[in-house]
């Protein structure tokens, strides 16, 4: 309620100034929605830090369809939002089209390239974060088994899996990786019962930590872990809170930081490719009280390290979209 | 494949037919009826909103139940209003329900509970937990038998014995009765119920009414048996599926029983093997979520004999023109 009164009051502001540029931040949530728990919400969290922090307001719209995508973006540059930033991969083309068309709007998107004099494309490195929740997997697992269940079935997860696979093979040469993506259509985000019935499946495999980097889906896998006494690792946000003591961690994808970082640079920003990986705390894996009994000194230690050399350099992890093949996994 | 592995797909697959064999039946009695339902989709996932919502809020799964059933029969009534009264076009009308379920579980959802269209998780009595049937521990031991009763026919929540005790329940209401006889007569000539007397409307809105509250458990099993709570679109086409199956079946419950197991054990097997390889081709996944659209087809070209709707469905009753 406070955040719509921000709003009115910001817009009443705006009538006020009459149509001197304000130049408030705008954020587009993706078809996930806001509250999914995971990517978007991530968004969200970062776009309220800025605003409890500096006393700002920003605007935001959550799209109920594809064909909304180039509308709210026109929309919100219209109104003079600056900068105005995006959650997901599938804003590429409305946003390359609209771009050109208001040179002097800064537009961020997250989690694609686009190639345009103001547009800032941020990116992450999922797989080294897959990697570090791979080998807590693995040091996690007691039968050498472990689970990924993706989404839909898109390079981008599978970026997450080949990570995953090469943190846990680092540990365990011998383990083995069962992967399944839920599906091949945008309906595979959001299948709970899915999601619940492949964790199922790698369990009778012999899976005993099961990684879901599924969106909604990664729900059914969550809970479904937690009925079945194993273990399983949440994805984007930090989702340990779900089930206490059932959740090992979750590779969290601080899309939260590129928003807080978009904001604050604010109309001035610099434009171009941003990388978000270890070495710059785009990626992490999460560690809180929920899960705090499950993590070892000795697997924390581990993964730090790993976290440290791959940050440094030292540690390569293969990026299975560099070349579309993974060299821990087979698809 | 060993003997374990095949008691985990089947237990698979019961899981997963058990809500098309419950919505495959909802459609089988309003389509018996002469309503042709597309909106299947759209009660099922009214029905796992309020289900879970009012489990969540009330923590006790019975009361969740049957609020979902409560909001299944609200559409089916919406149905029933628009083409049975007012004589629409059942299928716009199928469509519409599927629209309006889509937004307005989100919508209440989000209202209710400020969590982005979920509900809050469920525990403890605000779910169906598995149901272990007697003796299923101390006949574990024996071979065969013992796994099979004990992993594959034991352990599932209430629901999916109310779904497959459905079957014979539907088989003779219609088959059986003289209400059943009446109801397939009025999806075939209502004229001829009418001339005999029996109300047409009156009929055509009880197999609505029956038709949505099996939607409901069939949607409540989705929220609070399956999974504890609910995401929005989580139906995820079960709903088609189910027609799909019903047309498979050609309008026939034991059919309808063996069909609904048959594409959950496809999708069992598609989940447990992704891309099965048979040593000279291997077989995609896509190809597996795919087969029961491509079953459908095949049968409605006529292969295996034909598949003939009830001859009134579709149309409005005029009594007199």
């Known amino acids: 309620m406070t955040f719509m009164q921000k709003i009115l009051g910001a817009t009443a502001a705006m009538a006020l100034s009459a149509g001197a540029a304000l130049a408030e931040p705008a954020l587009i949530f993706d078809l996930g929605g806001k509250f999914d728990k995971s990517f978007n919400e991530a968004a969200f969290n970062g776009a309220k830090r800025w605003a409890d922090e500096t006393g700002n307001s920003f605007r935001e719209i959550e799209l109920q369809s594809e064909a909304q995508r180039e509308q709210a973006l026109r929309r919100f540059a219209e109104a003079g939002a600056n900068p105005i930033v995006m959650a997901g991969f599938a804003f590429a083309d409305a946003l390359g089209q609209v771009a050109a068309d208001y040179p002097d709007t800064k537009f961020t998107i997250i989690d694609m390239v686009v190639d345009a004099p103001n547009v800032r494309s941020v990116v992450f490195n999922e797989h080294e974060g897959s990697y570090l929740v791979g080998m807590m997997a693995a040091k996690a697992s007691q039968s050498g088994t472990v689970g990924f269940i993706g989404g839909m079935d898109i390079p981008l997860i599978r970026k ?50 099961v990684y879901a980097a599924a969106g909604g889906t990664g729900v059914g896998v969550l809970q479904t872990a937690a009925d079945e006494d194993i273990l399983s690792i949440g994805v984007d946000s930090n989702q340990n809170y779900l089930h206490p003591g059932k959740v090992l961690t979750s590779m969290m994808k601080r899309v939260d930081n590129a928003v ?17 990986g270890l070495a710059n705390g785009g990626v992490g894996y999460a560690l809180d009280d929920n899960n705090a009994p499950l993590v070892s000194d000795e697997m924390k230690a581990a993964v730090d390290e790993a976290s440290a050399a791959i940050a440094s350099g030292e540690l390569a992890v293969h990026d299975y979209m560099s070349d579309d093949s993974c060299p821990a996994l087979n698809f | 494949m060993d003997f374990l592995t095949l008691i985990q797909i089947l237990d698979s697959s019961v899981r997963l037919a058990t809500p098309l064999l419950l919505a495959c039946l909802a459609g089988l009695f309003s389509e018996r009826a002469g309503i042709f339902d597309i909106g299947l989709e759209g009660k099922m996932l009214a029905a796992a909103m309020f289900s879970a ?26 149905h029933g209003l628009a083409s049975i009264t007012f004589r629409g076009n059942q299928l716009i009308s199928g469509v519409a329900i599927n629209f309006l379920a889509a ?45 099979t009763y004990s992993e594959l026919v034991s352990g599932h929540s209430i629901l999916v014995y109310i779904a497959f005790l459905a079957v014979p329940a539907t088989w003779y209401v219609l088959f059986r009765t003289r209400f059943g006889l009446r109801l397939r007569a009025v999806g075939e000539n209502p004229a001829a119920v009418d001339t005999a007397g029996v109300s047409v409307v009156g009929l055509r809105y009880a197999a609505v009414a029956i038709c949505g509250v099996l939607c409901g458990i069939a949607g409540a099993y989705l929220a609070t048996a399956l999974q504890a709570g609910f995401v929005k679109d989580m139906t995820a086409g079960r709903g088609f599926i189910a027609l799909a199956a019903l047309i498979f079946a050609k309008w026939r419950p034991w059919s309808a029983l063996w069909t609904c197991l048959l594409f959950g054990f496809l999708q069992a097997i598609a989940l447990r093997f992704q891309n099965i390889d048979l040593g000279v081709i291997t077989v995609p996944v896509q190809l597996m979520d795919a087969l029961p659209y491509i079953l459908v087809v095949v049968i409605l070209a006529g292969v295996g004999g034909k598949a003939i709707p009830p001859r009134a469905g579709g149309e409005p009753y005029v009594k007199e023109r």
């Open chain 2, 53 to 78: 919502a009012t489990a969540a809020i009330t923590g006790n799964v019975w009361l969740g139940l049957l609020a979902g059933i409560g909001a299944s029969m609200f559409l089916s009534i919406i």
């Open chain 1, 260 to 276: 807080f970082q978009a904001f604050t640079d604010g109309p001035d920003m610099e434009t171009g490719f941003n990388v978000m």
């Open chain 1, 160 to 209: 997450f899996a080949c990570g995953y696979a090469q943190g846990v093979k680092a540990v365990n040469p011998d383990a083995n990786v069962i992967a399944n993506m839920t599906g091949t259509t945008p309906a595979a985000w959001n299948d709970p019962v899915k999601g619940s019935e492949l964790t199922k499946a790698q369990i009778s495999q012999g899976a005993d930590v």
């Open chain 2, 103 to 147: 937004g307005i579980t989100v919508l209440v959802a989000q209202d209710w509970f400020s969590q982005g269209g979920r509900t809050p998780q469920l525990s403890g009595a605000g779910r169906f937990e598995g149901f272990d049937l007697p003796f299923a521990d101390s006949l574990g031991s024996v071979p065969i038998f013992g796994p």
